[in-house]
């Protein structure tokens, strides 16, 4: 059975750090804003153009006569669907080669017939707004209240996206097979028991 892990998060709570290290530890790829350049170069798209295209305007151009899925789109839909209609497909394709961490992107459900282990990862804001401060550069400080706004804002959109594509919800525990709260938390520490547990899963 292949490991396939995918990783839903917050905004500013560690959780592509937390995806990349575990990949590492597990010795697997992961694949994140590859998956954008990727998409781009298939669609002979601009790559910034890609992964600035906004996931909440998806929504609005989402026919309701559809249902949820990935295969069936109006003509004339926006080139947001499009492009995820584009990373759903890539992200299939990533995983059916086997073993490997995929962050964010609702892979959680564009993969559920290859039953991966499904992680939410989470922080309190005060850990938030410290992680992104220490992120942030220097010439360009971000004030506590900015934070906060991008932390709602982001996440808002991420909740969205995925309320396309599934009736499950983004962030809820029940959608998920393990919640893991970085409040406090050294990401690297972290890693050691998660591979464990992983292998375990698999098992």
Not at 39 to 66: C, H, R, W
Request: glycine residues 6%; aromatic residues 8%.
């Amino acid at each position: 059975m292949p490991k396939i892990i995918t990783i839903s998060r917050e905004f500013s709570s560690g959780g592509r750090e937390l995806g990349k290290r575990l990949a590492e530890e597990l010795g697997i790829p992961c694949y994140d804003r590859q998956i954008i350049d990727m998409v781009a170069e298939k669609q002979g798209l601009d790559k910034a153009y890609v992964a600035n295209m906004s996931e909440k305007d998806i929504k609005v151009f989402y026919s309701s006569t559809i249902g949820r899925g990935f295969t069936s789109y109006n003509f004339g839909v926006s080139q947001s669907l499009l492009i995820a209609n584009a990373e759903h497909n890539l992200i299939k394709e990533l995983a059916s080669k086997g073993d490997c961490v995929i962050i964010g992107r609702a892979a959680d459900v564009v993969l559920k017939e290859f039953n991966p282990l499904n992680l939410f990862v989470y922080a309190d804001l005060e850990s938030k707004i410290k992680r992104c401060k220490e992120r942030s550069e220097e010439k360009e400080p971000l004030s506590d209240r900015k934070i906060k706004n991008m932390c709602r804002d982001i996440d808002r959109c991420r909740a969205n996206y995925r309320e396309i594509f599934s009736d499950t919800k983004w962030g809820r525990r029940e959608s998920y097979h393990l919640c893991i709260n970085t409040s406090g938390k050294e990401i690297k520490k972290l890693i050691p028991a998660l591979a464990a547990y992983v292998n375990n899963w698999f098992e």
